[in-house]
């Protein structure tokens, strides 16, 4: 009994310590596995062409740790377009995060002047966005606060913003890297100092700033404004159909969306963009982009389709002519939403006509407008939720839902159309900020 005992004994030990053996075999292999693919992960900090970016993990916090709400970021107005103005933030609050601090709440600018700063209508941030539904969403990330959180009434550390040549990416983050350590982090409120603060440096992956725009929900009225002029242009579809339509109204009919950049600034904008980048993919007229717009495969006739165009041209009706057979072009007075847009400032009527462009079912746009790349950046976003494409690089949409093209970069043949994509692994978001021709996604 006893002699069995032991062997049982003996054997049981042998097994355990050949159990041991391996755990600890495959627990080094593992983390030598993670060592090597870590070397060259994206998720490391890197330095290419004296440009430096930082990714979603390097720059990830624990989330479940909330940013401090004792320290406080303060920036300058914002300023310029819609779409400027949402990138400026993003970088604001990123800033912020990286510094461990709340933002104070912005004032963006509801009217668009370039060089007239004297004559640029403040806003403020939650009369245009939810504060509430923003750090809802972005708990743990990043965080808005109101002034009258501020406890110390003295004056704030002001740091000055380098710009030019010489403001390089490096310098730009060894400031933000002083702030961190140095005596300044020991202020309440750090107020950022210069001019366009969408201009700043960028450090932050594509990612990230996706996380910040999914966190900015216009307040109801305004979302309740563009919710309208949707209903308004999928009321125009379903006229322009046959058949059941009480059947058809059961369904929401689909529309397309053209963000027609023919307006004067910007064709003298992007003829200077093109002698510069030394191409002619960037600028299209009209009757460019109505023939590639007509050349997308599988439309379903008739198709309503929303122009997207500045209020200035709307007196212009040839933007209405010319389109291919089966599409129904429309624009705001048409569809009887004019009245809506009039009640509100310039950046509140581009928030609505981003909101139509993003729910379409098909959009089309020009990669060098951030209008139109933000556009694309959220459409890829959401589609991917809905289990499409990865977003780097494949060729979604269509079947799938949230097909974009880009109108000013062609197709294969003379009259094509190039779907379009974010590549959300972008290291940074230097591609939507300044456009670019090298689309995620191709023919």
């Known amino acids: 009994m006893n002699h069995r005992f032991c062997n049982c004994q003996k054997v049981f030990q042998a097994h355990t310590t050949l159990i041991y ?112 539904k923003f750090n809802n969403l972005c708990g743990g990330f990043v965080r808005v606060g109101r002034a009258s959180e501020v406890s110390d009434r003295t004056k704030p550390i002001e740091i000055q913003k380098g710009s030019g040549r010489k403001w390089t990416a490096e310098r730009d983050l060894n400031q933000l890297k002083e702030i961190q350590i140095g005596p300044d982090d020991g202020a309440e409120v750090i107020r950022i100092v210069g001019k366009n603060p969408f201009l700043w440096l960028d450090h932050w992956p594509v990612k990230q700033y996706a996380r910040i725009f999914d966190c900015l929900v216009l307040i109801d009225e305004i979302a309740d404004a563009a919710a309208g002029v949707i209903a308004k242009i999928r009321a125009k579809g379903l006229n322009s159909r046959s058949g059941n339509t009480s059947a058809m109204a059961r369904v929401p009919v689909p529309y397309m969306a053209v963000h027609m950049r023919i307006e004067k600034d910007w064709m003298i904008h992007c003829k200077h963009l093109e002698r510069r980048s030394n191409t002619n993919q960037i600028c299209s007229s009209k009757e460019e982009i109505m023939a590639r717009v007509g050349s997308i495969p599988g439309l379903i006739a008739p198709m309503v389709t929303y122009i997207a165009v500045a209020d200035a041209l709307l007196e212009d009706g040839s933007i209405l002519r010319g389109w291919k057979e089966g599409l129904v072009p429309v624009e705001k007075k048409m569809v009887g939403a004019w009245e809506t847009y009039q009640r509100w400032p310039y950046l509140v009527r581009s928030a609505i006509d981003y909101e139509v462009c993003l729910r379409a079912e098909i959009f089309v746009g020009n990669s060098y407008s951030t209008f139109s790349s933000l556009v694309v950046l959220e459409r890829t976003q959401r589609r991917m939720r809905e289990g499409g494409s990865d977003g780097g690089g494949g060729c979604g949409g269509g079947e799938e839902g949230w097909a974009s093209y880009a109108y000013n970069l062609g197709g294969e043949q003379e009259r094509g159309i190039r779907k379009w994509e974010t590549d959300m692994e972008a290291p940074s978001l230097q591609a939507i900020s300044y456009g670019t021709s090298n689309i995620s996604c191709h023919r």
């Open 21 to 132: 053996r391996l755990s600890l075999f495959l627990l080094l292999a593992l983390v030598l596995r993670t060592a090597v693919v870590s070397s060259y992960h994206p998720g490391f900090l890197w330095f290419k062409r004296r440009e430096i970016y930082w990714s979603l993990e390097a720059l990830k916090a624990d989330e479940q740790s909330p940013v401090r709400s004792d320290k406080f970021l303060e920036v300058p107005q914002i300023v310029w377009g819609l779409n400027n103005q949402k990138i400026a933030f993003a970088r604001a609050s990123l800033t912020a995060r990286l510094l461990n601090r709340t933002l104070l709440m912005p004032s963006l600018s509801a009217s668009l002047f370039y060089k007239e700063m004297d004559r640029l209508q403040p806003i403020a941030f939650d009369k245009v966005f939810d504060l509430r």
